[in-house]
T-cell receptor, first 112, second 111 residues
C-alpha cells in the first residue's frame, strides 16, 4: 500500500509569491495534518483536517490556509511568501483525529 | 501549556544500547510518540505508548513512561549504524488536535 505522498518534493519560490503544496493520505485515512519543520528544529503544527473540516489550527499567520477534499487529499496554501517560510513542510495522515500519525517525505520549500 | 524537551546529541558505540530521554509538560497527553528522521527524509513512526502504560517493548525498542515525572525514554538495544538519525519525542495534545514535538536528539553511532 502506498504511504502518505506529497508533491512536489522540492520547490523554489520568490518572496511575495504564493505556493500550493499537496498531500494524499494513506488509503482509508480520513485525517490530514500539516507541520512546518525549520532546519534544526522539531516540526510545528499548522493545521489538522478531519472529514473535510478544520479541527485544529496552530500559531501561524492567516497567510497559511488549507483545505481537505472529498477524497481526503489536502492542499496547503501559503500566500505572500517570506524568507522565513523556507522549511520542510510535512503532511501526516491518520485514521481519526486521535490515532497514529504517519508522515510523508515532505516538501522542501526554499524562498529566495 | 505544552513543551517537550530532549537532549540534543547522543554518541554511542555500535552494539551498545542507546537511551534517549524526553520530558513533557501537558498532563492531558494521551499518547506519546517516538519518530525517527534520517537526512533529507520525512518522519518515520517508531513506536508510541498510551499514557496508562508504564512500558512498551517492540523488538529492539523499549519505551518507558514515568507519568508522575512526565518523563519518557526510548532504549534501542544493540545499536547499529543504520540507527544514526534524529529522534523526536512527541506528545499528543487532545484539546488542540496536534502533536507537540521536541527539538530532536541526534544519535551518532560510532564503530
Amino acid at each position: 500500500d502506498a504511504g502518505v505522498t506529497q508533491s512536489p518534493t522540492h520547490l523554489i519560490k520568490t518572496r511575495g509569491q504564493q505556493v500550493t503544496l499537496r498531500c494524499s493520505p494513506i488509503s482509508g485515512h480520513k485525517s490530514v495534518s500539516w507541520y512546518q519543520q525549520v532546519l534544526g528544529q522539531g516540526p510545528q503544527f499548522i493545521f489538522q483536517y478531519y472529514e473535510k473540516e478544520e479541527r485544529g489550527r496552530g500559531n501561524f499567520p492567516d497567510r497559511f490556509s488549507a483545505r481537505q477534499f472529498p477524497n481526503y487529499s489536502s492542499e496547503l496554501n501559503v500566500n505572500a511568501l517570506l524568507l522565513g517560510d523556507s522549511a520542510l513542510y510535512l503532511c501526516a495522515s491518520s485514521l481519526g483525529t486521535l490515532a497514529e500519525a504517519f508522515f510523508g517525505q515532505g516538501t522542501r520549500l526554499t524562498v529566495v | 501549556g505544552e513543551d517537550v524537551e530532549q537532549s540534543l546529541f547522543l554518541s554511542v558505540r555500535e552494539g551498545d544500547s542507546s537511551v534517549i530521554n524526553c520530558t513533557y509538560t501537558d498532563s492531558s497527553s494521551t499518547y506519546l510518540y517516538w519518530y525517527k528522521q534520517e537526512p533529507g527524509a520525512g518522519l518515520q513512526l517508531l513506536t508510541y505508548i498510551f499514557s496508562n502504560m508504564d512500558m512498551k517493548q517492540d523488538q529492539r525498542l523499549t519505551v518507558l513512561l514515568n507519568k508522575k515525572d512526565k518523563h519518557l525514554s526510548l532504549r534501542i538495544a544493540d545499536t547499529q549504524t543504520g540507527d544514526s538519525a534524529i529522534y523526536f519525542c512527541a506528545e499528543w495534545i487532545p484539546n488542540d488536535y496536534k502533536l507537540s514535538f521536541g527539538a530532536g536528539t541526534t544519535v551518532t553511532v560510532r564503530a
